[in-house]
């Protein structure tokens, strides 16, 4: 019988965030690791840091893909420290390296890490972020949604098949 | 006497697009060039294709930075290749190699370059290009210009204390 | 009582190697994982994959940073594989995410992150790999291992205090 | 009738380097520019900053391709700075970007750039730098010089063909 697939599933946003911020990212952390996915993210504070206290506190297992030249600079939630070495072009790993993210809130590091998935066909489920438009026409690209459990739900249910 | 500064300016734009986007193209190239600002772009076809063509008519000097591993993918109008090997990691080096960023329609390639730009703190000029919103509130980051006059003027003279 | 510091240990060698290589790496792989270190590698195959097969069968966890764009390179024993993008670039993150690096034979790509190790001040541990010399002057940077056992030991006791 | 391909060759060496170290960067830099190379390097001091010095003195083009966030790390006499924002990763797209590299003394940077370089099939001859062997067996990728004319001529002849 073969093992179900493991979700990698990322979680985006500020290294510096407002408390609904983090308590969505907490939250959104907390029901990935029940639901026995893999939280990936940039390693550091804000969004990031409040995503892996939440995965942790439910047993669920952290990745940081870190920016920078040592692993101290990673939040204490982190359990897997991935030192790159190459500054924020490892935004490019954090997405690349998950079936889904899930932008919460965030600035010009999360639109480009937005950028960067939708430009490989990587989901994006967005809660309190950006929107685009183009030459004045919607994208609408970013599958929004209203609270944490829609945010799971959705990159869950929609990258089932991968 | 002290020289003149050499401004570099990145033209980015999809590697595929229309007519009246390589027009644009070709003319903010002409007139970066006439006006002796370097031009940097991601090398390939489309609209950076269409940038140095017009900078190289007018004795630019045209710079392409490559995502992949060897120079044969640059466009014929590049004279100087640079082959980084990273893939779309190169966007960051396109945007930090230039004093300001002119986009030109786009996809979510040069969505990513406008981010890694506005993080970096490096000016945005945009024709016809994405527009931004944040939790609902416009974001008036990208500069918007009308043609490419009026982009390549902003460029420069924002730019000129730097 | 603090928990005792996790190790993270790479392996690096050539993606096909011969069998005694792929013998080496197996036996150092399982070693790591009886003694509780998590496995570091490019996530390939060859010496990476040997060396994953050997961790994954002593129950120990495997990490492969990945050069390419998606995880099905990835060798079957990599359970947490990180997809960079970057191409040979993420050489330099699969050294930096570990305390200490076991180089086994291995060819140019090894010697790539032989280097970035000793560069980044990363500890060095030689099975028939590499030795170098700079202006006729031997270099013993690289310390050298007779045998599997011998190599963990190094890995770990160098690395203990950090 | 054809142009004749122009041909960009990397020098390599420390960013602190010694005075006959510094006078060998700078003739190979001067003598590459008399016949017509343009020059490639990592933008710093040391070797990067002589080669340079000697390519200006000659009226060449120097092109930087610089490890961090700004253009102001560039050494004095790099006229084509390149911000990559990636750190050490910059030495992959160092190498790429040439048809040949000539190493001058160098420490374990160094080192990474001719093992990128002999990975990636790109002519390495070296001036009092690294000499490698593999599991006791001499390996003579790097073609040695005696003196910078050396050093020139030969990767000039030997990539004639590029």
Redesign the interface.
Known sequence: MPEKKKR?IAIIGSGQCSAPEAELAEAVGRQLARRGA?LVCGGLGGVMEAACKGASSEGG?T?G?LPG???HAANPYVQ??????????RN??VV??AQAVIAI?????T??E???A???GILVIGL?????????QPDN?IIPAQNPTEAVNKALSLTAHQ
């Open positions: 990698f893999t297992v990745i893909i030249d040592n692993y897997i420290p991935i030192v790159t070495g190459i500054g924020y072009a490019l790993a690349k390296s809130g965030g600035s010009y590091g639109l480009s937005i950028s960067h939708l430009q490989s309190n972020t950006w929107s685009l438009s183009r030459n004045d690209s």
